[in-house]
């Protein structure tokens, strides 16, 4: 058994903590325990039950190494190289953004949509990125058919991986283009729901983001060009196409978005029931709009 530093758990955390929060690193309670529960293989509880155990050479070097990336706030799902959604360990890298809490809310509605159909239920999604809405919906949604596009190829590589981590691998097929571009024209009016998280950050506001997002995250999906709306309305004028009559556009949007985004949707005259749904803080996120018959 490898010799103890002289360092246990207990005062380890407290270190941690002091450096992030020192650092400026949001929620840095929070950070220090799960840096502490991944370094010594931890559940949150154990930390606190075992705060006298001795820290290992290895472990105390290892733990040097962490903290000194996320003081450079480098994000800690890219230093461990996972994230959870909806219940998933995910896989993620730099070249996917890190699934948001507030993402799962597409899944949420379109697990709910799923409840009003029979038979097969096609989907398609669109910048999927770490495949996480496309691997949840999946998962919970039995019998569906993906669909899920991206036009990065690393990304691709992630979700795919995730898919097979999630046992899905069989019902999310991935394509590689520029939205809807990455789908044969065979796909048009089959689709029931299309969900997406699209680029929908205002170019100009890139640089006010946190430095976890806007020096971490890959910036091609963050912005969605000068008034954050250029992939939204790409999404609004052509899903109508791919869904079948009835089917249903879920996609989420930005803050203070939800006018424009509504408003694009009326123009349209595709749609119909269409309606903002907020999420857990009460911020306008997501619009959901049925093809019209």
């Keep these: ?28 309670r929070t950070e220090a325990e799960f840096i502490l529960m991944h370094v010594l293989g931890a559940k949150r509880h154990e930390l606190f039950l075992d705060a006298m155990r001795e820290l290992t050479a290895d472990e105390e070097k290892g733990l040097e190494e962490i903290v ?11 230093i461990f190289g996972e994230a959870w ?42 910048c999927t990125g770490s495949g996480c809405i496309a691997v949840a919906a999946a998962k919970e949604i039995p019998g569906s058919l993906v669909y899920a596009a991206d036009i990065s190829a690393a990304a691709l590589e992630v979700a795919r991986e995730n898919a097979n981590r999630a046992g899905v691998a069989d019902r999310v097929k991935f394509f590689q283009g520029d939205l ?59 899903a109508w196409g791919f869904l ?18 509504k408003g694009l949707a009326e123009s349209s005259g595709a ?6 749904i907020k999420d857990y803080w009460k911020i306008e996120r997501i619009l959901k709009a049925g093809r019209k018959a």
Aim: aromatic share 6%.
């Design 244 to 261: 079948v009559p009835g089917g249903v556009l879920l996609m989420e949007m930005g803050y203070g978005q939800a006018n424009a985004v």
């Design 180 to 238: 809807f571009g990455a789908f044969s024209s065979e796909l048009r009016g089959q689709v029931n729901m299309i969900l997406s998280n699209p680029p929908y950050i205002a170019a100009a506001k890139i640089k006010t983001l946190e430095p976890e997002v806007k020096d971490f995250e890959p910036l091609w999906a963050l912005s969605g060009g000068p008034d954050g709306l250029d992939f939204i309305k790409k999404i609004i004028n052509e």
């Design 271 to 276: 749609y119909e029931n269409i309606e903002i």
């Design 68 to 78: 000194r990336r996320r003081i450079a706030r480098e994000p800690s799902q890219f």
């Design 85 to 126: 959604f909806r219940g998933l360990e995910l896989k993620v890298t730099k070249d996917v953004l890190i699934p948001r809490p507030e993402t799962e809310l597409l899944v949420d509605e379109a697990v709910k949509v799923a409840g009003q159909l029979k038979g097969e239920i096609r989907l398609i999604d669109l």
């Design 1 to 28: 058994m490898e010799k103890g530093t002289g360092t246990t758990a207990g005062e380890a955390l407290r270190s941690v903590f002091t450096e992030l929060s020192g650092a400026g690193v949001p929620e840095a």
